[in-house]
Structure formats: C-alpha cells, structure tokens
C-alpha cells in the first residue's frame, strides 16, 4: 500500500569470511523491529552474474527459494519469510546478473540517448533503484549485501548503499557488519585483526560501519569489545557479540539481550518500545529442551549438502516445536537405497520424506524406499518429485504395470504416469519457465490432507514440469489411491494419498515454502504428529 512516507534502510555486509549467517542476522533484527511495531522487508542482493538461481545447482547454492509471486530465489529469502511472516517477492531478491540485464536491455532501446553507459552510475543508480522499490511501502528496509567485502563482484552493491546513506542521511540509514573473531588455540586468544582489515576495506569504499556484529566461539569479554570498538571507530556498545548458538531461532534472542534493536531504533531515530518476544522464546525452549524424539529420514541425492534441504528441514523443526519434540533429521542418499539394504537405512526411523529433484540420479533408490515405507507402514511423505515417485511405485507394485515411469526419465516408457504438463512442451528455455508460485488447490473432505488443513481451498508453491498423467487416474484411483487435493478445474492432481495407511501422502507442490516459526505447516505438523504416534507405539510394545 502507498504511504506518504520514505522507509529507513538498513545495510548489511559480511567480512573475513562467508558463511556467517548475514541471512540469519537479517532475519533476526528484521523479527525485533517488526515486534516493535513496524513493518518490515529484506532483499537480498546477489553479486553473481546468473540471472536468478533457479538454474544453479543445489549442491553449490543450496536450496532455490520459491516465492509465492513464483520467482526462484536465493534460499536466505526463505529465512526472511520464517522468521517475519512477512511474503517475500521477486523483488526480494535481485542480482548483478538482473542489474546488468535492465541496464543491458535499456541502452538496447536506446534510452541512455547515446551517452557512455558505465558502472558509475548506470549500473549502481540501477541497485540502487531495486533497494528501494519498497520505500513507500515499508517502515524499514533492510537489505542484506552477498558476498564478502573485498570481493570485486561486490564494489557496486557497496558503492549503492555508500550513495544511499549519503543522500538520505544519517538518522535514516545505516551499515551493519558481520565478522569474525577466530580464537587461536595456540596462543589462547580471540584475534581482532581479520576484523580490523575487514572495516578498513568497507571505510576504503567510504563506508564507516555503525554496528559490528562479531560472530565467535567465545566470549568476546570487555577488552576485546573495546578494541574493537576502538580500532573500528564504533562505539563499545554498537560491537554486538554473535556466538554460535545451538539453533537459529536462539539468534533474535541473543541481539535482543545485547540491545542491538535499541541500538539500531537510536541511530535512526525511531521511538518504538522494546519487544518482548514471548511467543518466539516459546517456541525456542521446545526446540531445546523438548519432551520427546523422533527420527525422520530425507532421502534425496544433495544429503552430502543439506542446505539443498533447508525449508524441508526448517519446517520438520517447525512442526516438531509444535508437538514439543526433537525432530531428529537423518539424511539418506537416495543412491545408497540403490545399494544397500533398506532395512538398515530406513527401518528403524519414525517416519520419511521423499525429497524434490530433477534428474534420473538416485531415481530408482527413491522409488525402492517408497515401496519400503509403503509395506511396512510407515509415516512418508513425498514431496513434488517424492510424490511422483509414490505413483510411480504404486503403478508399478500395486497396479501391475510394469515398465511406469516419469517421462522425465524414460521418454518411451510403456506407462507414462507421470508426463510433461501440456504447457511445458514448447519450452526450450531452462530458466523461469517452469510451473512456479502459488496456486490453488481444492481438498477433498474426509481425506488425511483435509484432517491436517481443516479447510477447503489452500494455496501452496510450486516449482515443475511434470505430472501426475491423467490417463491413469482411473487405474490408480481402482487400486485405492486418492487423489484427496486437485487444481480448481480438476485438471491437475495436486495430492495424492493411501487410506490405511498410518501417513501415506504426496504433494506436486511445496508445503515446506510455507513453514514459518513459531506457527509451522499443517501437513509437516500432521505428518510429525504421525511419527510420535508410530514411535511412541513402538516403545508401548517394549
Ligand atoms: N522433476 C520433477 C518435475 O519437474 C519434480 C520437480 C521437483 O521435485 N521440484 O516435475
């Protein structure tokens, strides 16, 4: 909605080295302002040259984000909405691929009227213009920078936000450093100097950072605070100390106790009272000191890289805390259900996913563990390319037809149960095409789908090409398949199930996007609900 007035932006940047949780600590103090009463949104600027991720490969980038507009996105803008609740866009993400892209197809219709076409300014005016396409739409803005600083790729994201504090002034913007302070065992100290070198290279671009959140195993103590502090130019209570927590959702809380909300509403003048984040501690203490256990396998062919999985995983956490009780996620490569024995790798858990994909690695180990958890009744749950496999494995084992398959893997199968959706067939371009976003998918009442929902029409995420193949609903329907969630014309099987079963579901969408703290998933809290039961049954035989 339009407002009058402008929002306050808040950068962060990350130095030393990568991998130090910038989307976390973005999430975290997005989730304290929000609770102060504002509203609040976070893009998060890539500096790699791909258009978006949703070409990239899960094993180097980790998971592909799908929002509910239907862009694919960086997996950090999945922390932004579990932590705010708040719907990201494709707007949420941009990176200098798209930046070079608007800038490319503009000088291509010749709007530069013949003028050099440079980095300064038309490229960073662009950045610039993408961090504040919600200006009037937010209270605050806080835009995560990728990348570590002294990375050349990052130059024009900074030099942006460098630009951006300039013109809108010091009460209505500011940077935020994450950094590292490595403790060396030889000598038993904390080091300060990887931080030091770090801020110099941001004050090289001109930036001088106003709060340094220093991530440590340790303590950082008074003296080093004040070190930094010091050689930082920053005030002593502006060093923020982030130590390694033992889950994420602990990290609002950790700023919380150290005022970095206060902090940040005094530099930007915004008079707001402290939140109290009740709710939130709640749902930290039954992560940590839950009541009960259960073990769930992931089979999937990115186990050796589990951010592949962060929402699936993220969302079991969620639904655990729910039921008060450790969700203990095993990994399983769905190329060793190739090999080895199932029994070993699956029979003793409480309950299974059958993880999304692409590719015919590890298809037949998929298809062999829902045939295992099928027979011996235990909880599964097959997501997108999980619930193809199910329908694959009950044609095959329950149907008598031998030879099905997904056309995705076998493009002369004899049964095509699951074939390329009519829309996809002209597609030759990977990028962006497949079916992606939020639809809606009616549910059928009295199905397991509708007990967990309890409501009629629901819109899930979707991210794929193929489907389950309409000439064979019939045949699969005779045999006790149901098909308990379509699309609004019926054209298009949206969720598939086995009554009888203890948990026997599949969904051609994503129900892990839509997973948030605090709150969970219905389907992740049915099916971890399904788990308990089985385990706890389990330990009544005993
Ligand atoms: N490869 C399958 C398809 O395109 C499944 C996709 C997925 O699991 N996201 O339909």
Not at 375 to 398: D, K, S, T, W, Y
Request: some cysteine; overall charge positive.
């Amino acid at each position: 909605m339009a407002r009058g007035k402008r929002a306050k932006y808040i950068f962060i940047t990350g130095g030393v080295l990568s991998s130090l949780g910038k989307g976390i600590t973005s999430a975290s103090l997005g989730l304290l302002l929000q609770q102060r009463g504002y509203t609040v949104t976070i893009i998060k600027m890539d500096p790699y040259i791909n258009v978006d991720p949703g070409t990239m490969n899960p094993l180097q980038h980790g998971e592909v984000y799908v929002t509910e507009d239907g862009a694919e996105t960086d997996l950090d803008l999945g922390h932004y909405e579990r932590f705010l609740g708040v719907q990201m866009t494709r707007m949420n993400n941009a990176t200098t691929g798209q930046i070079y892209h608007t800038v490319i197809t503009k000088e291509r219709k010749g709007q530069y009227l013949g003028k050099t076409v440079q980095v300064v300014p038309h490229i960073t005016n662009e950045i610039k213009r993408r961090m504040t396409v919600f200006d009037r739409d937010y209270d605050i803005v806080i835009v995560e920078i990728g990348g570590t600083v002294g990375d050349i790729e990052s130059l024009p994201f900074l030099e942006a936000s460098r630009q951006l504090v300039l013109e809108r002034g010091r009460t209505q913007a500011l940077h935020i450093h994450l950094t590292y302070v490595p403790y060396v065992k030889a000598v038993k100290e904390l080091k300060t100097k990887p931080t030091q070198h770090s801020v110099k290279m941001l004050m090289q671009s001109g930036i001088q950072p106003e709060i340094l959140v220093c991530r440590t195993e340790y303590r950082l103590g008074k003296e080093i605070r004040n070190k930094i502090a010091l050689f930082c130019n920053v005030e002593p209570e502006a060093v923020i100390e982030a130590l390694d927590l033992e889950t994420i959702y602990e990290v609002p809380l950790q700023y919380l106790r150290q005022n970095l909300d206060t902090i940040v509403a005094r530099k930007l003048r915004l008079k707001s009272a402290r939140p109290s984040l009740r709710r939130w501690s709640r749902f930290v203490r039954r992560i940590k000191q839950p009541v009960r256990e259960v073990r769930i396998a992931l089979v999937g062919k990115y186990v050796k890289v589990p951010d592949a999985y962060k929402s699936i995983h993220e969302a079991l956490i969620h639904a655990g805390a729910v039921h008060n009780t450790r969700v203990n996620v095993e990994y399983v490569d769905a190329e060793a259900v190739e090999q080895s024995k199932l029994e070993d790798l699956l029979g003793a858990v409480d309950g299974a996913i059958v993880a999304p994909g692409f590719g015919v690695r590890g298809i037949e180990g998929k298809i062999r563990a829902v045939q295992f958890l099928r027979e011996h009744r235990i909880p599964f749950f097959g997501i997108c390319l999980g619930m193809q496999c199910a329908v694959i494995e009950f044609a095959r084992n329950v149907c008598g037809l031998t030879g099905a398959h997904s056309a995705e893997f076998d493009r002369r199968a004899k049964h095509k149960v699951i074939d390329l959706m009519p829309d996809q067939r002209d597609v030759t371009m990977k990028g962006g095409t497949m079916r992606l976003g939020s639809y809606p998918c009616i549910l059928k009442e009295g199905t397991l789908a509708y007990r967990a929902y309890r409501k009629k029409v629901v819109q899930e995420r979707h991210r794929h090409r193929y489907e389950v193949n309409n000439q064979y609903r019939e045949i699969l329907q005779q045999h006790g398949m149901v098909f308990s969630g379509l699309s609004p014309d019926e054209r298009l099987v949206e969720i598939i199930e086995l009554p009888g079963h203890p948990w026997f579901l599949g969904t051609q969408f994503h129900p892990e996007f839509k997973s948030r703290a605090v709150t969970g998933h219905p389907l992740f809290i049915s099916f971890v609900k399904a788990a308990l039961e089985r385990h706890q049954g389990e330990s009544d035989d005993v």
